[in-house]
């Protein structure tokens, strides 16, 4: 609603794309990719799955004999029953990797949503702690003269620059893991052909490794938006006694610097994760 100030207006403006931002990142991590957009983009990506492992098939028979040249000295130990039976479990295995590639990406993705959920209900937040403007400075900027009030729009239009401009950095990144999950799952039957050679195996662990490193970026997201929600709880404090200029000036450059670090946090999970992997 707007208060008939521009100053006032300005600021709740940009407050509310804030908040709307990081609602929609709270409903973001929680939702899982068949659901996103609807589902369309799912439907696509499962049908480049689909249509890759035929490619993949083919790899695995590639990686499974340059497997056995490179792991076996002669046809000689081919033909031992022990070394023969290892084989046949190895290719079975990678075979059933590469068919229900979807199904095992699918459930490791729930497992780690399973790890969203908790985190959610025992931080005891069913949504994200919207940020709103101090009554206090409300009223200092409605008491304040046109002239005094030049001043504030200089403020108020930098400083709601800059939290628009975090908040679609901050969705951005949010979005950016959506579209890493779609690009693991579509080429997944290609790197997962790897497991059928020992030699190549590490291709097909390293990509496993690192797309449970994308599906742990949520939970990652999910603490950063908790403790920015406890930030939201305890605004930054306003000193009643300065003038409105130095009100605006200090509690937009405290809230900047809050809303600073949950982006930071949030366009550093994938480090985070990879770092707690050791990938």
Not at 21 to 38: C, D, M, N, R, Y
Not at 53 to 59: F, P, S, T, W, Y
Not at 89 to 107: C, S
Request: aromatic fraction near 10%; hydrophobic fraction near 55%; include cysteine.
């Amino acid at each position: 609603m707007s208060s008939g100030n521009w100053v006032i207006d300005n600021l709740n403006n940009a407050l509310q794309t804030w908040n709307e931002k990081l609602a929609e990142i709270w409903q973001l991590v929680a939702q899982s990719p068949t659901e996103f957009k609807g589902g369309g983009i799912w439907n696509v990506i499962v049908n480049i799955h689909d249509a890759l492992q035929a490619i993949g098939l083919a790899l695995l028979v590639l990686f499974f004999v340059i497997g056995v040249v490179k792991t076996c000295g002669s046809f000689a130990e081919v033909k031992k029953p022990e070394h023969a039976l290892k084989l046949f479990i190895r290719f079975a295995l990678a075979k059933g990797v590469v068919t229900y590639g979807l199904e095992l990406m699918m459930a490791l993705f729930n497992i780690v949503q399973g790890i969203i959920s908790t985190i959610m209900t025992n931080a005891g937040f069913t949504t994200t702690t919207p940020t709103v403007l101090p009554d206090t400075i409300v009223q200092a900027v409605e008491d304040c003269s046109f002239l005094q009030s030049i001043p504030l729009w200089a403020v108020t239009l930098i400083g709601g620059l800059f939290i628009t401009v975090l908040s679609f950095i901050m969705i951005l990144s949010v979005y950016g893991r959506f579209f890493k999950l779609y690009l693991y799952t579509a080429i997944a039957p290609v790197p997962m052909a790897s497991f059928a050679g020992e030699p190549s195996q590490s291709i097909g662990i390293s990509f496993l490794k690192g797309y449970a490193a994308v599906c742990l970026e949520g939970a990652i997201i999910v603490l950063a938006c908790v403790i920015f929600s406890v930030f939201a709880v305890s605004p930054p404090v306003v000193d009643s006694s300065a003038s409105a200029v130095t009100m605006v000036w200090s509690y937009v450059g405290e809230l900047i610097f809050n809303m600073l670090v949950l982006v930071g946090a949030v366009k550093m999970a994938d480090r985070v994760v990879r770092e707690m992997m050791g990938l």
